[in-house]
């Protein structure tokens, strides 16, 4: 089944379009033939059911796939004019332009400086002014003010949500366009959950965020657009206003008010 | 019937205890009066009064240095291959299971391949280079195994980090991997190479010369070892010997001590802070 969605772009260019993509782990199909298109500056969450294909599609989006043992994706992601899949394509630029926040805050070993400033140093993309860019990344990720005077100390002492903020400052730092974000909030309790909620709406105005969550209120809350996968299929995509009160599928209404209540 | 499974298995618990306990103590009693510092200075010699361990004890030495050195790199870059570059196919579980099967082989068998390639077909002779090289090949698949263990006990979240930042493979491992592994990869060097240190049967085996009287000066020099001291010393029929070998493997096992204290302090002293 292929299924491509017409979605109001705003006049831009889409920050990425998803044509026919389909991932399989081994011979497990996880996500079948799915086209949609991600419009800049604004946030798409991905949702359905555990297992539904929305984290496989996500590591799609960035060739984060490309790693896990057994994956086979076929199928185009055009970013910036081009297939991510081409041949002639750096997985680990893609990486850089389309950063990753995972669902477990994942702090290198070393100081809060040291985890900004490692993507800067391995991609170069500094400049020249290191301290100066893993200053700004702080800020932008709302982090600055409450590390600024312990950037040296170590990233383990800081709490579960600082840290996931913290991986946020270290994906921005290397200049990406879009940020795709993996359950980020599943690890956290409600006020630090709230707190990237917020972020990720600031990032909106320089950025494009793709969310996966298995949280409806979250999809609700935060984004733009949201798709809801069954089994590796992308049963609806549209405005999230839509999808969630008059959604065209059967099988949307029936998860979005079990899940709603 | 659960006290008498207690029991059983405290005794067998015991008797692994007492068993080198006893036989450690035995060793000090007969060699203890024997060390002494011309112990250390003297060659071997005929006359038990005037015989020491210098020549066995530096060849030790230069062995297991030489050895360290031919096998830690190699081994390593093995490792890292095997468990961060190489695709799960069927050939690299084939790899895997071999070098898990080459870390079970007899010494011996390393012996007779050393003999047959380093000494005769390299042409290197009874050298410290060609013991080095043979007690190599014996526990590269050992700090292998080991140094694998050590990449698998890096976090794979940390990996996904440092990729998706968009970091090479080479600069994840650099400088997200090894820095982490580097304390386990170094106490299992060590301590497989503490396990090269007790070895006589393979240098036995490519024919290491049981009495020398100086000492190595190159890895080209011939050499001896302190097992092998230690076994011509014990096969000798009169009494001092007997004390002598007692006093060997009291520096023996005072050696292979030290290194596992070592491997033990660079794995708790090295461990980066999470």
């Known amino acids: ?261 | 019937m659960d006290r008498a499974f207690r029991l059983l298995v405290g005794g067998a618990a015991f008797l692994v205890l007492f068993a080198p306990v006893v036989l450690l103590a035995d060793v000090l009693v007969d060699g203890m009066g024997y060390i002494s510092g011309h112990f250390f200075t003297n060659y071997a010699s005929r006359f038990p009064e005037r015989a020491g361990i210098r020549a066995p004890l530096l060849g030790t030495l230069w062995t297991l240095g030489l050895t360290g050195i031919l096998s830690i790199p190699v081994s390593v870059g093995a490792a890292v291959y095997l468990e961060e570059y190489a695709p799960r196919t069927r050939v690299s579980r084939m790899i895997q299971a071999n070098i898990a099967n080459l870390a079970g082989i007899p010494s011996i068998v390393y012996g007779i391949l050393g003999l047959a390639l380093f000494v005769q077909a390299l042409d290197l002779g009874r050298s410290v280079l060609a013991g080095a090289l043979t007690l190599s090949i014996l526990i590269m698949p050992v700090i292998i195994l080991e140094a694998q263990e050590a990449l698998r006990s890096v976090p794979p979240g940390l990996r996904e980090g440092a990729y998706a930042l968009g970091a090479s493979r080479w600069q994840v491992v650099r400088h997200q991997v090894l820095p982490l592994a580097l304390p386990g990869i170094l106490s299992g060097s060590v301590r497989a190479l503490s396990r090269a240190a007790g070895e006589a049967a393979p240098l036995l085996m490519i024919g290491v010369l049981s009495f020398i009287a100086f000492t190595p000066e190159s890895p080209g020099d011939p050499f001896t070892v302190l097992p092998i001291q230690v076994f011509t010393w014990v096969s000798r029929p009169r009494e001092e010997f007997q004390g002598l070998a007692a006093a060997a493997i009291i520096v023996l096992l005072g050696l292979i001590f030290a290194m596992n204290v070592l491997a033990i302090v660079i794995r708790n002293r090295l461990r980066p802070r999470a």
């Open chain 1, 1 to 261: 089944m292929s299924t491509t969605y017409g979605i109001d772009t705003g006049g831009m260019l889409p920050a990425l379009e998803v044509r026919s993509l389909s991932v399989h782990y081994g011979s497990r199909p996880a996500v079948r033939e799915i086209s949609l298109v991600v419009p800049s500056h604004r946030i798409v969450a991905l949702v359905g059911p555990s297992g539904c294909g929305k984290s496989a599609l996500l590591r799609s989006l960035n060739r984060m796939n490309d790693l896990t043992a057994g994956a086979r994706i076929t199928g185009e992601v055009l970013f910036q004019g081009r297939n991510i899949y081409d041949p002639g394509v750096d997985p680990a630029q893609v990486r850089q332009l389309i950063g990753m926040v995972f669902q477990k805050a994942n702090p290198f070993p070393g100081s809060i400086f040291e985890n900004v400033a490692f993507g800067l140093r391995v991609t170069g993309s500094h400049g020249g002014d290191l301290s100066r860019v893993v200053e700004e990344s702080l800020r932008k990720a709302a982090l600055w003010d409450e590390v600024s005077d312990r950037l040296f100390e170590s990233a383990g002492g800081l709490s579960a949500g600082q840290q996931q903020r913290l991986c946020v400052a270290r994906a921005l730092a290397v200049g990406p366009r879009i940020l795709l974000m993996d359950e980020p909030t599943s690890d956290l309790d409600p006020g630090a959950a709230l707190r990237i909620e917020e972020l990720a709406i600031r990032l909106k105005d320089h950025y494009t965020v793709i969310i996966v969550t298995h949280n409806m209120q979250q999809a609700a809350r935060v984004s733009d657009f949201t798709a809801f996968l069954q089994d590796g299929e992308l049963v609806e995509y549209g405005p999230t206003d839509a999808v969630f009160t008059k959604p065209r599928e059967e099988r949307t209404e029936s998860y979005v008010t079990g899940r709603l209540g």
